[in-house]
């Protein structure tokens, strides 16, 4: 809202955050923005959502300071607040770094007709190559990475809709 010029802020700006959910935590884990010592559990493991609200609240945290690093660089175009790179983040976790097909060497590139049918700000999140903005970014050891799922929701998390590949994360492991 703050982007639209429907809201001004005056103070505490940089209080607002990019919003967590399993997009922005799948980018922030495959970057590297985000790292743990020790691998995610299977979410019907963490009965209670500790694991899952100790990851939502880092992510947003490394958000922040990704936006903060963003403002130290000379003549930047940095966005208002760190929840204004949110749309950009989101749309990468849910267009080109999903679990299961990514756009990121060796992976592979993104076809023109599929780029032709993204919108505008879409594009955005693809190189001149095709390929992710941040495909030199991801290590290939992290780009298996996913979020873990919340299983709060009763009736939404089943065996099947839970399954996870090797990235971890999701829901169980088979």
């Known amino acids: 809202m703050a982007d639209l010029g429907v809201w001004e ?9 990019v919003m ?3 997009n922005t935590m799948r980018v922030a884990l495959r970057t590297g923005i985000l790292q743990f010592r020790i691998p995610l559990l299977a979410s019907f493991l963490d009965v209670f959502c500790y694991q899952y609200s100790m990851v939502d609240r880092m992510n947003r945290e490394a958000w922040r300071e990704v936006w903060k690093a963003w403002g130290n660089i000379p003549n930047n175009h940095r966005p208002p607040t760190p929840a204004s790179i949110d749309y ?3 749309r990468l976790g849910k267009i080109a770094c999903r679990p299961n097909k990514r756009f990121c060497p060796p992976e592979k590139r ?3 007709k599929k ?3 993204l919108i505008p700000q879409d594009r955005l999140i693809f190189k001149s190559d095709g390929y992710c903005i941040f495909s030199e ?3 290939l ?3 298996i990475l996913n979020a873990p ?4 929701i009763e009736g939404r998390t089943g065996w099947k809709s839970g399954k996870t590949n090797e990235g971890g994360g999701g829901g169980i492991s088979s």
């Not at 802020?9 to 955050?17: F, G, H, P």
């Open 110 to 112: 993104v076809t023109e």
């Open 149 to 152: 799922n919340s299983i709060s």
């Open 9 to 17: 802020y005056k103070s505490n700006i940089e209080r607002l955050d």
């Open 137 to 139: 970014v991801c290590s």
């Open 20 to 22: 967590s959910d399993k």
């Open 141 to 143: 050891e992290k780009k």
């Open 88 to 90: 950009l983040i989101f």
């Open 115 to 117: 780029l032709e049918s």
